[in-house]
T-cell receptor
Framework: KNQVEQSPQSLIILEGKNCTLQ??????????LRWYKQDTGRGPVSLTI?????NTKSNGRYTATLDADTKQSSLHITASQLSDSASYIC?????????????FGRGTQLTVWP | EADIYQTPRYLVIGTGKKITLECSQT?????MYWYQQDPGMELHLIHY???????EKGDLSSESTVSRIRTEHFPLTLESARPSHTSQYLC???????????????FGPGTRLTVL
């Protein structure tokens, strides 16, 4: 069964600190993995995309890693800001269908305190 | 900022009412999707469309229906709303590429539906 598991479920950090969010998946055949940021009451917005051959990608203060062998990904946030408070969702796409089916994790709810 | 819009953003209605959630995109994307999301849970695909006059049911069974008469418009209708339909509904779209599965889905802001 194709699944995406994220940890921790929630996280509270102080402004300026770093944090790392984890994602494990069993989706096969694998196409790509995206990290989305979802602000409260808004739709998800893509932060990074990684394909099978990529093992790290950065977008400003966000750095994603991918280990396709162990089927694990992480999202590292550097020097957190209050605006980073959101749900971060790991989304894995398979290449076994013309739809490009997406498998969503439940997200990590990050709260940044001043 | 993605050009995909949903209305209304919030809706509170009584049981038995018929409702239509609107979704429009101005990016010319062929594929469109409806997801249902409950607090703390993953998004579940309830409907999708490959293009005009194409509609398919997703993974999660839903009593809602959709239509795709125009490329840019993908409304979702509930004929008789019930409290169990209370949820957040997210619309998304993506373009069709000839190869690979890297098509990003762009999401609308969502409609928060509450059925009393």
């Amino acid at each position: 069964k194709n699944q995406v598991e994220q940890s921790p479920q929630s996280l509270i950090i102080l402004e300026g600190k770093n944090c790392t969010l984890q994602c494990n998946y069993t989706v096969s055949p694998f196409s790509n993995l995206r990290w989305y940021k979802q602000d409260t009451g808004r739709g998800p917005v893509s932060l990074t995309i990684m394909t099978f051959s990529e093992n790290t990608k950065s977008n400003g203060r966000y750095t994603a890693t991918l280990d396709a062998d162990t089927k694990q990904s992480s999202l590292h946030i550097t020097a957190s800001q209050l605006s980073d408070s959101a749900s971060y969702i790991c989304v894995v796409s398979d290449r076994g269908s013309t739809l490009g089916r997406l498998y969503f994790g439940r997200g990590t709810q990050l709260t940044v305190w001043p | 900022e993605a050009d995909i819009y949903q209305t209304p953003r919030y809706l509170v209605i009584g049981t038995g009412k018929k409702i239509t959630l609107e979704c429009s995109q101005t990016m010319g994307h062929d594929k469109m999707y409806w997801y249902q999301q409950d607090p703390g849970m993953e998004l579940h695909l309830i409907h999708y469309s490959y293009g005009v006059n194409s509609t398919e049911k997703g993974d999660l069974s839903s009593e809602s229906t959709v239509s795709r008469i125009r490329t840019e418009h993908f409304p979702l209708t509930l004929e008789s709303a019930r409290p169990s339909h209370t949820s957040q509904y997210l619309c998304a779209s993506s373009e069709t590429k000839t190869s690979g599965g890297n098509n990003e889905q762009f999401f609308g802001p969502g409609t928060r539906l509450t059925v009393l």
